[in-house]
């Protein structure tokens, strides 16, 4: 199983500035790597697939980067609807598909 | 538009059995993949279980094979999770979710809680 370590385990933010979410692989897992954005009462919400790739009707304020074992999800110009909590995920060795435990982003 | 609606969660005692339901509506749902993911109170989110479209590959979890079942019904647009012998950190919220070209998931419902207690 490959572990997934998201670090910080909470950050504080203020409205408007950029923030960078990092997310690291027990092993290689190439660019098979997603992230979600969860907020309460709610299913999560797909972000980036592939590493890179937005999903459709993601702002392009969130970008992915990273391959190998090191990822990173940058939203910049943080909006009022962006604090919650943000998932990355491998899909790149299953089952299990694994997901990190999570950066809850929140209002400073 | 795509809507995913769980159902079939509720109270139970250890040992006992459920199942959950999730009806899907506003795609085509013999072309997809599905999944099963938990969130346990104040945790993460944990896969469970994943079905093909046409139910040749099944995948589970460590922790609930043999316990659980994954199922769906073409023909009603809907996927099922058979759980028995529900033990106590079966505890959680269960989503089910669409697989989205393999692996991950976009479009997720909004969950349906299960509470293994005496």
């Known amino acids: 199983e490959i572990v997934m370590t998201q670090s910080p385990a909470t950050l504080s933010v203020s409205p408007g500035e950029s923030v960078t979410l990092s997310c690291r692989a027990g092993?290689?897992?190439?660019?098979?790597l997603a992230w979600y954005q969860h907020k309460p009462g709610q299913g999560p919400r797909l972000l980036i697939y592939?590493?890179?790739t937005r999903a459709p009707g993601i702002p392009a304020r969130f970008s992915g980067s990273g391959s190998g074992t090191e990822f990173t999800l940058t939203i910049s110009s943080l909006q009022s609807e962006d604090f919650a909590v943000y998932y990355c995920?491998?899909?790149?060795?299953?089952?299990?598909?694994?997901f990190g435990q999570g950066t809850n982003l929140e209002i400073k | 538009q795509v809507q995913l609606v769980e159902s079939g969660g509720g109270v139970v005692q250890p040992g006992r059995s459920l199942r959950l339901s999730c009806a899907a509506s506003?795609?085509?749902?013999?072309?997809?993949?599905m999944h099963w993911v938990r969130q346990a109170p104040g945790k993460g989110l944990e896969w469970v279980a994943f079905?093909?479209?046409?139910?040749?590959?099944?995948y589970y979890t460590d922790s609930v094979k043999g316990r659980f079942t994954i199922s769906r019904d073409n023909s009603k647009n809907t996927l099922y999770l058979q759980m028995n012998n529900l033990r106590a950190e079966d505890t959680a919220l269960y989503y089910c979710?669409?697989?989205?070209?393999?692996?991950?998931?976009?479009?997720w419902g909004q969950g349906t809680l299960v509470t293994v207690s005496a």
């Open positions: 979710a669409r697989d989205y070209h393999g692996g991950k998931s976009d479009y």
């Open positions: 506003g795609f085509t749902f013999t072309g997809y993949a």
């Open positions: 079905i093909s479209h046409d139910e040749n590959n099944i």
């Open positions: 092993q290689s897992i190439s660019n098979k």
């Open positions: 592939g590493a890179s």
């Open positions: 995920q491998q899909y790149n060795d299953w089952p299990p598909y694994t």
